[in-house]
């Protein structure tokens, strides 16, 4: 589970990630020490041009990242707003002081990487009536049986919804979206009356505290295979997005007062993309037809093919088609858990530009907080400090 956002820098310099989806379970990648206050070295990669016109990657000098006691802008300042003492509003931060920084794995080769996806794969079919977020798995059914009459009759209305939706049985991705539709439905219901100890109970019962979150790769297959890294302009960006997009662009952004709730603008004329503070796209994708499909967009071609050439013995997984060219300006956030309404997975993050911080949590804490956090900044702000002076959680 993780919120992205992005570093405080000028808002002129998107921040952009390549994604190759991994079916099992989700283990991001993110940039990050082993330990608070460490430093971490990040090799850069830039683009050469050879005789024949085609490109080539090299590697150049390494750059230091810093992310000692990272902070999270909750709101924005509202300075035409008066709180209760007659001040205008101001920035509302969260600063991480204790959560430790995530685990490193090492993979000097496919093989080894491979294994990697298939400990953590059989690690997930193990314990999966636990975690997905499907209504026919324990933990989900058990939910129901605590919930109410008032949520029960909330529940059986959209129970009544998903019996009558027109999914064919051989649009198994559709299915499984309204089905996990249904079971963030019975979370949120259960939340509600729940205190934050309820919750970590809980969490701790299911084994969530136990499971493994995100993880830095490192090791020869990350560092000299997957990844690259480029310095990114908006006036470069801007082509690529047109190729995968076609004439119109799916754009999200973080509302002012509460980095958790968003607004989308569903197709917004590519002419009319400007660099915006708080904004960012999840939906600029490109399915590939095949390992030797292209999209026309370098960047993305080349790491699709490195995805499939890595994984190739891998038994444990399957490559996802579609893959993610992640663009986002500074102060743009995700809320934790965002993909459990597709099929368990891994997720391969590869920071082309920028920085991005991913904050991992257990599962049902992650959707607790997620349900806090949007009704109030306040409120999220209350259990982040929680968590952090607990060390749940990593970063």
Same mark, same amino acid.
């Given at each position: 589970?993780?919120?992205?956002?992005?570093?405080?820098?000028?808002?002129?310099?998107?921040?952009?990630?390549?994604?190759?989806?991994?079916?099992?379970?989700?283990?991001?990648?993110?940039?990050?020490?082993?330990?608070?206050?460490?430093?971490?070295?990040?090799?850069?990669?830039?683009?050469?041009?050879?005789?024949?016109?085609?490109?080539?990657?090299?590697?150049?000098?390494?750059?230091?990242?810093?992310?000692?006691?990272?902070?999270?802008?909750?709101?924005?300042?509202?300075?035409?707003?008066?709180?209760?003492?007659?001040?205008?509003?101001?920035?509302?931060?969260?600063?991480?002081?204790?959560?430790?920084?995530?685990?490193?794995?090492?993979?000097?080769?496919?093989?080894?990487?491979?294994?990697?996806?298939?400990?953590?794969?059989?690690?997930?079919?193990?314990?999966?009536?636990?975690?997905?977020?499907?209504?026919?798995?324990?933990?989900?059914?058990?939910?129901?049986e605590e919930l109410g009459p008032d949520q029960r009759r909330k529940l059986s209305r959209a129970s009544?919804?998903?019996?009558?939706?027109?999914?064919?049985?051989?649009?198994?991705?559709?299915?499984?979206?309204?089905?996990?539709?249904?079971?963030?439905?019975?979370?949120?219901?259960?939340?509600?009356?729940?205190?934050?100890?309820?919750?970590?109970?809980?969490?701790?019962?299911?084994?969530?505290?136990?499971?493994?979150?995100?993880?830095?790769?490192?090791?020869?297959?990350?560092?000299?295979?997957?990844?690259?890294?480029?310095?990114? /302009?908006?006036?470069?960006? !801007? #082509?690529?997005?047109?190729? =995968?997009?076609? %004439?119109? &662009?799916?754009?999200?952004?973080?509302?002012?007062?509460?980095?958790?709730?968003?607004?989308?603008?569903?197709?917004?004329?590519?002419?009319?993309?400007?660099?915006?503070?708080?904004?960012?796209?999840?939906?600029?994708?490109?399915?590939?037809?095949?390992?030797?499909?292209?999209?026309?967009?370098?960047?993305?071609?080349?790491?699709?093919?490195?995805?499939?050439?890595?994984?190739?013995?891998?038994?444990a997984v399957s490559i996802n088609p579609r893959f993610y060219l992640i663009w986002k300006f500074q102060?743009?956030?995700?809320?934790?858990?965002?993909?459990?309404?597709?099929?368990?997975?891994?997720?391969?993050?590869?920071?082309?530009?920028?920085? /991005?911080?991913?904050?991992? !949590? #257990?599962?049902?804490?992650? =959707?607790?907080? %997620?349900? &806090?956090?949007?009704?109030?900044?306040?409120?999220?702000?209350?259990?982040?400090?929680?968590?952090?002076k607990l060390g749940i959680g990593s970063l």
């Amino acid at each position: 589970g993780k919120p992205e956002t992005d570093d405080h820098g000028s808002s002129e310099r998107p921040k952009e990630k390549a994604t190759g989806g991994v079916r099992k379970r989700i283990l991001p990648e993110v940039i990050g020490p082993p330990h608070p206050g460490d430093r971490f070295d990040v090799g850069r990669d830039t683009f050469a041009e050879k005789e024949s016109g085609q490109q080539k990657r090299l590697r150049a000098q390494q750059t230091t990242i810093e992310l000692d006691h990272p902070a999270l802008r909750l709101r924005q300042a509202q300075p035409e707003i008066q709180d209760s003492e007659g001040e205008a509003v101001g920035d509302l931060l969260f600063r991480f002081e204790n959560t430790p920084h995530c685990e490193v794995r090492k993979a000097a080769t496919a093989a080894e990487l491979g294994a990697i996806f298939t400990e953590e794969a059989a690690r997930g079919s193990a314990t999966e009536e636990s975690w997905i977020c499907h209504p026919q798995t324990s933990w989900i059914t058990k939910m129901v049986e605590e919930l109410g009459p008032d949520q029960r009759r909330k529940l059986s209305r959209a129970s009544r919804h998903l019996q009558g939706s027109c999914v064919p049985e051989a649009d198994f991705m559709a299915r499984w979206s309204k089905a996990s539709e249904f079971a963030s439905q019975v979370l949120t219901l259960w939340f509600k009356g729940k205190s934050f100890e309820d919750v970590l109970a809980r969490a701790k019962e299911l084994g969530h505290l136990d499971l493994p979150c995100g993880c830095v790769l490192e090791g020869d297959v990350a560092s000299q295979e997957l990844a690259a890294a480029d310095d990114m /302009s908006f006036e470069r960006l !801007l #082509p690529m997005v047109k190729r =995968l997009s076609g %004439t119109r &662009v799916s754009l999200y952004n973080v509302h002012p007062q509460n980095c958790f709730r968003q607004n989308q603008e569903h197709g917004l004329p590519i002419e009319q993309l400007r660099p915006h503070d708080g904004q960012g796209s999840l939906n600029t994708t490109w399915i590939y037809d095949g390992e030797h499909d292209t999209s026309n967009v370098q960047l993305l071609d080349e790491f699709h093919s490195i995805v499939h050439q890595t994984l190739h013995g891998c038994p444990a997984v399957s490559i996802n088609p579609r893959f993610y060219l992640i663009w986002k300006f500074q102060h743009y956030v995700t809320s934790y858990h965002q993909d459990t309404h597709v099929p368990p997975h891994f997720t391969i993050y590869n920071q082309v530009s920028g920085v /991005s911080l991913f904050h991992f !949590l #257990p599962l049902l804490v992650g =959707l607790y907080v %997620t349900y &806090v956090g949007r009704q109030e900044p306040n409120q999220l702000h209350n259990i982040l400090e929680r968590l952090d002076k607990l060390g749940i959680g990593s970063l």
